[in-house]
T-cell receptor
């Protein structure tokens, strides 16, 4: 079967750094996406890794290791507005069509 | 403003009463998709469309229908809703199937079937 594992909840302090991990088992793999979703809102795209290594976008970075079937999202200089759920999603191919397989999400709680 | 719109945002209905949730995007995107989101399960794809008149099933298509007669619109149809279809529904789009890793989501439709 296909599965993505990420922690259900992570707590951190404002100003700190937090890492949200994602491990996956899928039949195929073409890349790993990260999305942010605030309560009551829609998911918004954060980053995409197709190759191994670290991608940095401002305070957010995303890492991928294809050999370990593992990736993480790193959030630095945490702000209260970063309180949200974060989803990893694997880009897979089924019947020659690409689709995203989603993790269940990690709720990030930030304390002042 | 580039956006994906969905209507209605909230809907309470009864079992068996046909309903349609509309989705429209103004970004000239080829790829559109419908998801449902349930607590602890993340997002599950219902149907997707790679272009006009091209649709295909996602992971949980049972009980749903879609159509793609125009590029900008991708309505979701529940012919005979049941309580297990109570969920939060999202429509999403991307420039093409090749860029489906970056999808733009509508605001969501919260559906309750009693």
């Amino acid at each position: 079967g296909q599965s993505l594992e990420q922690p259900s909840e992570v707590t951190a302090v404002e100003g700190a750094i937090v890492q949200i991990n994602c491990t996956y088992q899928t039949s195929g793999f073409y890349g790993l996406s990260w999305y942010q979703q605030h309560d009551g809102g829609a998911p918004t795209f954060l980053s995409y890794n197709a190759l191994d290594g670290l991608e940095e976008t401002g305070r957010f970075s995303s890492f991928l290791s294809r050999s370990d079937s593992y990736g993480y999202l790193l959030l630095q200089e945490l702000q209260m507005k970063d309180s949200a759920s974060y989803f990893c999603a694997v880009r897979d191919s089924m019947d020659s069509n690409y689709q995203l397989i989603w993790g269940a999400g990690t709720k990030l709680i930030i304390k002042p | 403003e580039a956006q994906v719109t969905q209507n209605p945002r909230y809907l309470i209905t009864v079992t068996g009463k046909k309903l349609t949730v509309t989705c429209s995007q103004n970004m000239n995107h080829e790829y559109m998709s419908w998801y449902r989101q349930d607590p602890g399960l993340g997002l599950r794809q219902i149907y997707y469309s790679m272009n006009v008149e091209v649709t295909d099933k996602g992971d949980v298509p049972e009980g749903y229908k879609v159509s793609r007669k125009e590029k900008r619109n991708f309505p979701l149809i529940l012919e005979s809703p049941s309580p297990n279809q109570t969920s939060l529904y999202f429509c999403a789009s991307s420039l093409s199937e090749g860029s489906s890793y970056e999808q733009y989501f509508g605001p969501g439709t919260r559906l309750t079937v009693t």
